[in-house]
C-alpha cells in the first residue's frame, strides 16, 4: 500500500525553527516529484515547495522563499522540510504530496500540525 | 503567485449537476492543461479526482468531469449525491516552475 507519513510538526515560538519529515512506502520513492502544501485553519490550500527525483531542483512559494527548505533522502524514502525564523501566519497543517508525472498531487500524506506562537 | 480564482460557494439538489469555475491568468491556467482538482471532506486529506483538466483518476466516480477554456477551468458534478458535500479546489502549474490553488469552493447538497 503506498504511503506517507509526516512527522515533526508540534509547537514552536515565533522566530523558531522546526524539520518535517515525511516517510514514503509502498512505491519508488526516488522516482516522483514530491511536494508540501499547507492549510492554515479553516482556510484553503496552499503550495509550497517542490523537489525533483534526485534532489538536484528545487522551487518554493514566494512567501516561504529564502526561509524555507526542501530536501530528500532517497536511500531513506524521506522528504524532509526545514523551516526556519517561523511566524505566526506559517501556523497549518503540512502536507508531503505527490506528482506522478503531471498527475498531481495524486497521494497525501495525513498531514503535520505546525503551530507557531509565544 | 496569486490563487485561482474559485467562487466560495455552490449548492444544489441532489440529482442535479453544478459547475465550478477556476478562474487563473495566461501564466498558469490558459498556459498548460496541467490542472487539477481535489475533494476535501471536512477534518479529511484532499483526494485528487481530476487531473490533466479532464483525466479521472482509477476509482473516481464518473459524475465528476473537468474542462478548461482559456484561462478559466471548470469542474462539473453531475447527479449531484449527499457524499459530493465538500469542499473542493482546483490547482495548476504554472510558467515560474511553481503551483498554485484555487481558494476553494463549498459545495452544499440542499
Known amino acids: 500500500e503506498e504511503q506517507l507519513v509526516e512527522s515533526g510538526g508540534g509547537l514552536v515560538q515565533p522566530g523558531g525553527s522546526l524539520r518535517l519529515s515525511c516517510v514514503a512506502s509502498?512505491?519508488?520513492?526516488?522516482?516522483?516529484?514530491m511536494h508540501w502544501v499547507r492549510q492554515a485553519p479553516g482556510k484553503g490550500l496552499v503550495w509550497v515547495s517542490r523537489?525533483?527525483?534526485?534532489?538536484?531542483?528545487?522551487t518554493y512559494a514566494d512567501s516561504v522563499k529564502g526561509q524555507f527548505t526542501i530536501s530528500r533522502d532517497n536511500a531513506k524514502n524521506t522528504l524532509y522540510l526545514q523551516m526556519n525564523i517561523l511566524r505566526a501566519e506559517d501556523t497549518a497543517i503540512y502536507y508531503c504530496?505527490?506528482?506522478?508525472?503531471?498527475?498531481?498531487?495524486?497521494?497525501w500524506g495525513q498531514g503535520t500540525l505546525v503551530t507557531v506562537s509565544s | 503567485q496569486s490563487a485561482l480564482t474559485q467562487p466560495a460557494s455552490v449548492s444544489g439538489s441532489p440529482g442535479q449537476s453544478i459547475t465550478i469555475s477556476c478562474t487563473g491568468t495566461?501564466?498558469?491556467?490558459?498556459?498548460?492543461?496541467?490542472v487539477s482538482w481535489y475533494q476535501q471532506h471536512p477534518g479529511k486529506v484532499p483526494k485528487l479526482i481530476i487531473s490533466?483538466?479532464?483525466n479521472r483518476p482509477s476509482g473516481v466516480f464518473n459524475r465528476f468531469s473537468g474542462s478548461k477554456s482559456g484561462s478559466t477551468a471548470s469542474l462539473t458534478i453531475s447527479g449531484l449525491q449527499a457524499e459530493d458535500e465538500a469542499d473542493y479546489y482546483c490547482?495548476?502549474?504554472?510558467?515560474?516552475?511553481?503551483?498554485?490553488f484555487g481558494g476553494g469552493t463549498k459545495v452544499t447538497v440542499l
Open positions: 495566461s501564466s498558469d491556467v490558459g498556459a498548460y492543461n496541467y
Open positions: 490533466e483538466v479532464s
Open positions: 523537489i525533483n527525483e534526485d534532489g538536484s531542483s528545487t
Open positions: 490547482s495548476s502549474f504554472t510558467t515560474s516552475d511553481t503551483w498554485v
Open positions: 509502498g512505491f519508488a520513492f526516488s522516482t516522483y516529484w
Open positions: 504530496a505527490r506528482c506522478s508525472g503531471w498527475n498531481c498531487f495524486d497521494s
